[in-house]
């Protein structure tokens, strides 16, 4: 099973410029917010979607970048349901905006009796696409993945993977390998990367498939050791990690990092944050952390978004319907 990004190069730059330059009119002449803005982030506290929100959230306020104050608040219930629900009610969807992950595709996926229909969401803004890592801590005298594999093939289901959400992003990673590996890997779910880095930093589970936000501090600190990288290139930030296609598997992975507004938002409404987050997109605030956190992928809004979701959510399908998590 290979799972790679796809390239929306054009369209996206198509939509990108109808945000900020036809947005930013209607903005100005259409919406602008008169109370404040809640910022729901569908994950834990402490993991990339919370420290990717809270510090947009900063830029705005430090730039001034919006007419009223973004207000964070963590809904991580259910692998995003909670998130997901509650989004899809909300009595005022000009002032409810979302970030996301990729539980975004595969919890409605699994979950079909909320009614959430991820297409009925508006598509602001794509402000990257993350990056997953294989970690273990350093104490299990590990150093490659194939020293990695032995390892947890003889350990069998003694060997804990730590992951946000139940059959999400790292969950699905877990499976691939299992699969694709002959282990037995068990899995537990937490409610945001931050939870999970410190598990295996304080070695109550064994290895995490982190994203390097997550985990950084933890390797900085010597505690944790990259293995293998989910990507197609070596990521610059970890020049001597190879990827998993360099050893042998055919399997990248990547998560987007998005924000959505409600379901119901009007036009104006749309426009006037597809033109706040361009903005936080090319502030040096944003550019910077992206480059440190090892974030990929282009500024992404409107259509060419809508697309991008279209194509992950059908991949996601094909992934979970192989894995067994849904009929």
Sequence with gaps: ???????????????????????????????????????????GKGGGADKMARLMQSIIEQEGLADRPVVPTNKSGGSGAEALVHMNGVNDPDHTIMVTLNSFFTTPLRQPGLGVDIMDFAPVARMAEDTFLLWVHKDEGIDSFDAFLGEAKARGNKWVMGGTGKNAEDNIITDFLNANYGLDIKYIPYKGGGEVAKQVAGRQIT?????????????????????????????????????????????????????????????????????LFAK??????????????????????????????TTQRDRHEGILRASGAIN
């Design 207 to 275: 290895s995490s498939v982190n994203n390097p936000s997550e985990a950084l501090g933890f390797f900085e600190s010597g505690d944790l050791i990259p293995l293998v990288a989910f990507t197609d290139e070596r990521l610059p930030m970890f020049p001597d990690v190879p990827t998993l296609k360099e050893v042998g598997g055919d399997f990248s992975y990547f998560m987007q990092r998005a924000v959505v507004g409600a379901p119901g938002m009007s036009d104006a409404a749309q426009a006037y944050y597809s033109d």
């Design 280 to 309: 936080v997109y090319e502030s040096a605030a944003w550019q910077d952390y992206k480059a440190k956190k090892s974030l990929m992928g282009d500024l992404m809004a409107g259509d060419a978004l809508k697309a991008y979701w």
């Design 1 to 43: 099973m290979t799972v790679t990004r796809r390239s929306f190069g054009a369209l996206a730059g198509a939509a990108l410029a109808l945000a900020t330059f036809s947005g930013g009119a209607l903005a100005a002449d259409g919406f602008s917010p008169s109370k404040p803005i809640d910022f729901v982030i569908m994950a």
